[in-house]
């Protein structure tokens, strides 16, 4: 079963308005981190936001907020005031609590969501 | 934020040579690294997980011998594809974490194209 999906292969906005892109996870560890990651098209991979699942509040940064709703298992991307740079590749990720041994698990993504701003 | 870079960016090489990735954490120490292969127009597959001085664990049908990975300080990991074959080439995207819950920062990521 996927554990990060994200339904939306492709989605469209005009330029200034806001647009919420779809992200819902599955796990049944109690800590778990949420993350949004751009990637133009120039491939890298840049951090936008991240949810904790026992952060009380919705985590904001600046334009982009991540509506986290706990007992559904989504957390929704929305980016508000959209620009022309926002058109990218937008992936949903999820991290489950420590798996290697390590300091933090790895991140598992879902299979992304195309945005594209129209002028 | 923290800045990883990644090198080469592009690299194209022959069938049968050997290949390899370098990526760095530029301004935090990186406790644990991880490696990242992506096929056109697909999400991003964990390949391997190295934490600083220990052997690097690989995921289930990643071939060890053939993507080796050394993590030697806490800025340094590289990944070396041995005996590259055509269906090696990809997108190669490392990442690196620092303290406990730290979130992953990527490198810009190496095209490998095996001729």
Redesign the interface.
Known sequence: AQKITQTQPGMFVQEKEAVTLDCTYDTSDPSYGLFWYKQPSSGEMIFLIYQGSYDQQNATEGRYSLNFQKARKSANLVISASQLGDSAMYFCAMREGRRYGGSQGNLIFGKGTKLSVKP | ?AVVSQHPSRVICKSGTSVKIECRSLDFQA??M?WYRQFPK?????MA?S?EGSKA?YEQGVEKDKFLINHASLTLSTLTVTSAHPEDSS?Y?C?A?????????????T?LTVL
Not at chain 2, 42 to 46: E, R
Not at chain 2, 99 to 106: P, S
Request: glycine share 18%; aromatic share 14%; proline share 3%.
């Open positions: 934020g406790t644990t991880f697909q999400s991003l597959m964990l997980t934490n664990t997108f995207i990442s974490s620092g303290e406990v819950g730290d979130t992953q920062y990527f490198g810009p990521g095209r």
